[in-house]
């Protein structure tokens, strides 16, 4: 079975300081990995995904992940965190059967 | 193009009632998925669909809670006899994924707020 663990429930961080949210997986075969980003009293939203190729992706917002598959770890990175970037945030992942198995989420707050 | 769209986005209901939710995924997507969220905490898996497969059904909480989806597109939540407990946000998302298609990301909809009085 595939699991997402998200470490931290709440990580806290001043504007402008470099931000990571955490993300671990376990499954079996090549892992499919996504962030997922809620912002209050909205929808989620995807924010980027590895499938392969370069371990380190982009998405939007400026935020990029690092796929590290000894750690088996994909953690969120910003090198500049904003205000407007306190949010909810999951990590995914898939495999070739194709269902997404979500973490628990951790809530990022920036303060100014 | 439109995105999911779940409907409706507010049910209050007495305790006992049954009610039924609504999911339009986006035209195409073959995965649909139902997940349960209270109060901004984690999502809670519910049950998956995936094209003409049997659907995966281990995350309904109890047999009071059902799901179909026709023709491969609509998908209903039923929730018989609601409990207090049910009250949460109910998520529907849906993505191209099939077999070997593994990494197309989902689309969520704005949800069902269902509150049980």
């Known amino acids: 079975a595939q699991s997402v663990a998200q470490p931290e429930d709440q990580v806290n961080v001043a504007e402008g300081n470099p931000l990571t949210v955490k993300c671990t997986y376990s499954v079996s075969g090549n892992p499919y990995l996504f962030w997922y980003v809620q912002y209050p009293n909205r929808g989620l939203q995807f924010l980027l995904k590895?499938?392969?190729?370069?371990?380190l992706v982009k998405g939007s917002y400026g935020f990029e992940a690092e796929f590290n598959k000894s750690q088996t770890s994909f953690h969120l990175k910003k090198p500049s965190a904003l205000v407007s970037d306190s949010a909810l945030y999951f990590c995914?992942?898939?495999?070739?059967?194709?269902?997404?198995?979500f973490g628990d989420g951790t809530t990022l707050t920036v303060k100014p | 193009g439109a995105g999911v769209s779940q409907s409706p986005s507010n049910k209050v209901t007495e305790k006992g009632k049954d009610v039924e939710l609504r999911c339009d995924p986006i035209?195409?997507?073959?995965?649909l998925y139902w997940y349960r969220q209270s109060l901004g905490q984690g999502l809670e898996f519910l049950i998956y669909?995936?094209?003409?497969?049997?659907?995966?059904k281990s995350g309904l909480p109890s047999d009071r809670f059902s799901a179909e989806r026709t023709g491969g597109s609509v998908s209903t939540l039923t929730i018989q006899r609601t409990q207090q407990e049910d009250s949460a946000v109910y998520l529907c998302a849906s993505s191209l994924a099939a077999i070997g298609g593994a990494g197309s990301p989902l689309h969520f909809g704005n949800g069902t707020r269902l509150t049980v009085t």
């Open positions: 669909f995936q094209g003409n497969s049997a659907p995966d």
């Open positions: 995914a992942v898939s495999a070739y059967a194709g269902k997404s198995t």
């Open positions: 590895y499938i392969t190729g370069d371990n």
């Open positions: 035209s195409g997507h073959t995965a």
